[in-house]
């Protein structure tokens, strides 16, 4: 009697088996995504802390300084743009590593890359994407620079809390506007074909 429980118990284990291999085949994009998402993250973040990486850096914080730089000027500012700092008579801002929206961008971009779904779907994301956290940057510094010209007490908490919280919850809004539209264009193109 006691025989026939033990190979009970190993044919329910058995049974059990096939549904556990379909729970974690269900999962399986999700891991998958995961993984891949941790992985070239660490990838990028390596890459982006070497040394080398300032040949990228240097001229971006540039590009960065110039244009808001250019924006401030249309309202009458007098700014100037010297390497990476943004100076006026009355206020000066070092644009710096960090300030650069190089992280989000990497972790908006690794996002999308690594999500699965046709390559055909991402690049867009990954072009406007892009664009957007680069438009968005240009307005936190300006909007910087005028806090440390109107209200310099409050400078440090703007650019250390209020837009940090603000960048990260803007580049999840805008990963999620694509996943939208990215999801439903290819529903759409599957029921297409």
């Not at 001229?59 to 700014?79: A, D, H, I, Q, W």
């Not at 910087?144 to 908490?157: D, K």
């Not at 999801?183 to 599957?190: E, G, H, N, P």
């Amino acid at each position: 009697m006691a025989k026939k429980k033990k190979s009970t118990k190993k044919l329910r284990r058995k049974a059990g088996e096939p549904e556990r291999f379909k729970e974690l085949k269900d999962r399986l994009p999700v891991l998958k995504f995961t993984g891949g998402f941790i992985v070239v993250t660490v990838v990028f973040f390596l890459v982006t802390n070497s040394d080398w990486f300032d040949v990228i850096r240097e001229p971006l914080l540039k590009l960065y300084t110039s244009f808001s730089s250019m924006l401030l000027n249309l309202f009458g500012y007098g700014t100037t743009a010297n390497g990476d700092i943004l100076s006026s008579k009355d206020f000066s801002v070092n644009i710096e590593e960090g300030c650069d929206a190089v992280a989000p961008a990497i972790l908006y971009a690794v996002s999308i890359l690594v999500f699965p779904i046709a390559m055909r779907y991402k690049w867009k994301g990954l072009l406007y994407g892009l664009l957007a956290i680069f438009g968005l940057n240009i307005i936190r510094i300006i909007s910087l620079f005028l806090t440390g010209i109107y209200a310099r007490s409050f400078f440090e908490i703007m650019h250390v809390e209020v837009w940090q919280a603000i960048f990260i919850v803007l580049t999840v809004v805008i990963w999620l506007y694509w996943l939208k539209w990215a999801s439903s264009k290819a529903t759409t193109d599957a029921k297409a074909q």
